[in-house]
């Protein structure tokens, strides 16, 4: 990264808050800006220094706010912009930096300017979302909106038929309806994002999670008009908020960083393997685990090795879209889990209470277009008073019903006990933070990743320093030729490691970190 550059990123690690469920202070049932307000301690003490913040917008909320009805709003049951301006100054009085969640893709079919582009009668909003110019044309591949209003066309979605897709132009334009990038429709739709951008950003925020960053221009197979588009934004930025980080939701890192990101993630969808590793029927991280980390492994240096040193590739425990890690992966497993995730380069991103490996709760009806992700989306289990210290509210007007297990996890209890989740968690990320080998920065060589086979191994460097990475999540010992001269240990999780005749091995349930001379 430059030296224009937001420098914080290179030792960020992020804490994601899905609003509705972090901390309720007034007794609606729903988290609030003031609940993150007060547990900005919590983050900062677990090690986090940066927040990726849900969409916390004015919204119907028929996808959890991922549906804007007012770009420049607060969603009054978070609080105001005030109350949002203030969590930005908190933050950063604490030496921690906030990503809100930019949706530019599409808004809620609530927006003004979705009802002003519903009339027959042209205005400053006709060319603002994806329409076909008759009723009876349907965009293609892209599911549509029609018939409720007298509008002659179909106006594309983006995602749920409630979310109109905003028109950024099209790469290769076939139909008449398909407008060129540099029409005045999509160019307008350009600056009112930056007009967006520019209103959080003057507020205080510090920069953005990007939702969808790959789906904006249409008809681009290559994403070329996508990447052209976001270069644009990163010129905006270059000139008025150099500073601002820029995270997106693309899943190809090629793309998202030549368009001028810093950090795009590696997902559970596309070709990324995430999911092998955490999220399968067998996931490497388990003791039923078959072992094959090969194939993430190798999509893995196939994207670091097309984006080097043009950005960061990070790796979640998890989000609000994905089952929570702890559905799969068990007990010591979880810690063993974590040691990878926060040993890998880029910048880890913990989702709201997987630090204390809280439970995907089963059984629950869909709330605000969660489906089966609100399983994930519970709210925040703090202590044993009444509702797990989320909400004074009565228990039925909880945004979405908690694990009523006698023994869910708490944050209170995980911090009293030194062998917790939550106090590994601590742990990993402090040592991370004394090693810049191990760092967002550091590099990445996989030394051992086999497939069918336990343990992985890798070396992180940078400069002159070098760590060795070995981690083996199967229940009986695991080893693998080795030359390399290990030194002190840095950290190490059941057992430290063995040599045996030019041989590494790695006791079972294990994660160690070596120096290497
Ligand atoms: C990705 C978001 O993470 C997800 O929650 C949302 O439903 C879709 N994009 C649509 O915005």
Known sequence: MSSREPKWLRDAVFYEIYPQS???????????????IRKLDYIKELGCNAIWLNPCFESPFGDAGYDVSDYYKAAPRYGTNEDLRR??????????????????????????????????YRNEYTDRYVWTD??????????????????????????????????????????????????????????????????????????????????????DEESRGTIALWQNVREFLDKEFPLAAMVSEWGEPDKSLE????????????????????????????????????????????????????????????????????????????????????????????????????????????????????????P???DDSTNAGFSCAPKEMLYIKQDESGDRPTAKEQMEKDDSLRSEIK????????????GNMGEIEFVYAEKNSYPLAYLRTSGDEKVLVVINPSSVEAGFECELETAGCLYSLGGELKRENGRIVAMPNSACFYRVK
């Open 87 to 120: 969590l930005f100054d908190e933050a950063h009085n604490r030496d921690m930096h906030v990503l809100l969640d930019l949706v530019p893709g599409h808004t809620s079919t609530e927006h003004k300017w979705f009802k002003k582009s519903l009339s027959p």
């Open 259 to 378: 368009g001028g990101f810093h950090m795009d993630f590696l997902l559970h969808f596309g070709p990324s393997h995430y999911n092998d590793l955490f999220r399968c029927e067998e996931p490497f991280f388990s003791d039923r685990g078959k072992g094959d980390v090969s194939e993430f492994v190798n999509k893995y240096v196939e994207n670091y090795n097309k984006s080097q040193r043009k950005g960061l590739i990070c790796i979640p425990s998890g989000n609000h879209d994905m089952d929570r890690l702890a559905r799969s992966i068990k007990g010591e497993n979880l810690k063993i889990a974590f040691a990878f995730l926060l040993s890998m380069p880029g910048a880890p991103f913990i989702y709201y209470g997987d630090e204390i490996g809280m439970r995907y709760v089963e059984g629950l009806h869909s709330v605000e277009g969660g489906y089966g992700r609100t399983g994930s989306r519970s």
């Open 134 to 219: 008759s009723v009876w044309e349907e965009p293609q591949g892209m599911g549509c909106i029609r018939g409720i209003s007298d509008r002659d066309g179909s106006c594309a979605v983006n995602f749920f038929s409630h979310q109109p897709a905003l028109n950024y132009g099209f790469y290769r334009p076939q139909r008449p309806w398909q407008q060129p990038m540099d029409a005045e429709g999509p160019k307008a739709t350009l600056e009112e994002l930056k007009n967006i951008m520019r209103f959080w950003l003057g507020m205080g925020c510090d920069g953005f999670r990007v939702d969808m960053a790959g789906s904006l221009v249409k008809l």
């Open 380 to 382: 925040m289990q703090w």
């Open 427 to 438: 742990r990993l990320i402090a040592v991370r933070r004394s090693s810049e080998a191990l």
């Open 22 to 36: 972090f901390l309720d202070t007034n007794a609606d049932g729903i988290g609030d800006f003031e609940g993150i």
